[in-house]
């Protein structure tokens, strides 16, 4: 089966399915017979030098991480991209790979995840292993399996610590105290010291257990690592403790490291700013923080549907109730099964029984 690989942010998840449903109709079109099509391998779509066009690359793709891709022509020369020169690659997928995309596209990640399953047994690319378990997290993730995602996300940025699939790290953001399992899992997790996004999921995991001052030691040495994803991370993390009594200064001071990151990641940090803004009691501020979540990353059904219920307490905060109703009837219609609609279901009851 023909289908696109698309190294853009899982922020972007959204818009890279659409653009991968358009591109593969297109490319149906064209070529009827993808084998032929396939012949001289890989379709490598990348900028041009000046980035203001894109041409075609042909090749058999043999890696592709976040710093680079390498592939093999026709003719057998080895050559290499930066990755940020790379746009999008067309490759062939097993049949269960890309029914496993139709299904994560419509936001069934429990069949999402039986296909992805079936399909790394079969995929025996590196590259392409990487990116069928970076959307094995997120199933793992939306449906509430947070330690397999964790342990998922750990082999991704074992084998590829620079991973374009950074944004999906299933980092907690939450001061609800996780299951005794959950803390056992991340207790093991802080002891990868050769792993510094495994110990930054163990410590986000931690944050609000017994264990906080040891996770707040190893916050504070990992926000000196020389991934700057995972520094200012483990920075925004160490947060949670401090928003509570954190002026609006302090939360100027954070939203400018926060700007540091690529937009994709700003979405927890943005979550921790939004809940400082909201008890100082700026209510625009914190609404627009709150929604960046559900903006910018809406296959976290988690974090989307909390931000959106924060949103809604934010304006709730401006008398501006209409608005209100209306997000927390898109947590209730949108996701239905997360913690957040049971929670919009009551306040809905509230502010009916107010008027």
């Not at 891709?69 to 790979?97: C, D, H, M, Y």
């Not at 964790?150 to 996780?178: E, K």
């Not at 993390?237 to 990151?261: H, I, N, P, S």
């Amino acid at each position: 089966m023909f289908s696109l690989h698309q190294p853009l942010p899982r922020s972007a998840a959204h818009l890279a399915l659409i653009f991968a449903v358009f591109a593969a109709t297109i490319f149906a079109i064209v070529c009827a017979n993808t084998e032929t099509c396939f012949a001289q391998g890989d379709v490598i779509l990348i900028r041009t030098s000046d980035r203001a066009g894109s041409r075609e690359l042909r090749g058999t793709v043999t890696e592709y991480t976040g710093a680079e891709l390498r592939f093999r022509t026709s003719a057998g020369r080895e050559e290499s991209l930066e990755a940020s020169q790379v746009i999008a690659v067309a490759t062939l997928k097993t049949a269960n790979q890309t029914e496993a995309e139709k299904f994560f596209a419509k936001g069934d990640y429990e069949k999402s995840l039986g296909l992805y399953r079936l399909a790394i047994r079969e995929e025996k690319r590196r590259w392409m292993r990487r990116q069928i378990l970076a959307q094995m997290v997120v199933c793992f993730r939306n449906t509430r399996q947070h330690e397999a995602a964790g342990d998922t996300f750990r082999l991704i940025y074992q084998d590829d610590p620079t991973t374009q699939y950074f944004d999906v790290i299933p980092l907690s953001w939450r001061t609800a105290q996780p299951s005794t399992g959950m803390q056992q899992r991340a207790l093991s997790w802080l002891e990868l010291t050769d792993n510094p996004a495994a110990q930054l999921l163990g410590a986000s995991w931690l944050m609000s257990t017994q264990h906080q001052a040891k996770c707040k030691q190893v916050l504070g040495r990992l926000a000196t690592a020389k991934d700057a994803r995972v520094a200012i991370l483990a920075e925004s993390q160490g947060w949670r403790t401090e928003v509570v009594t954190a002026d609006v200064a302090k939360l100027d001071v954070w939203r400018e490291r926060v700007l540091r990151l690529p937009a994709n990641l700003q979405v927890g940090p943005q979550f921790i700013i939004g809940q400082g803004l909201l008890r100082n009691r700026k209510y625009e501020a914190a609404a627009l923080a709150f929604l960046r979540a559900p903006i910018l990353n809406p296959d976290d059904t988690e974090i989307a549907s909390d931000g959106l219920l924060a949103a809604g307490q934010a304006l709730e905060g401006l008398q501006r109730i209409d608005q209100a109703i209306r997000i927390y009837q898109e947590i209730i219609t949108d996701y239905q099964t997360s913690i957040a609609a049971d929670e919009a279901t009551q306040r809905l009851e509230r502010l009916a029984n107010q008027n």
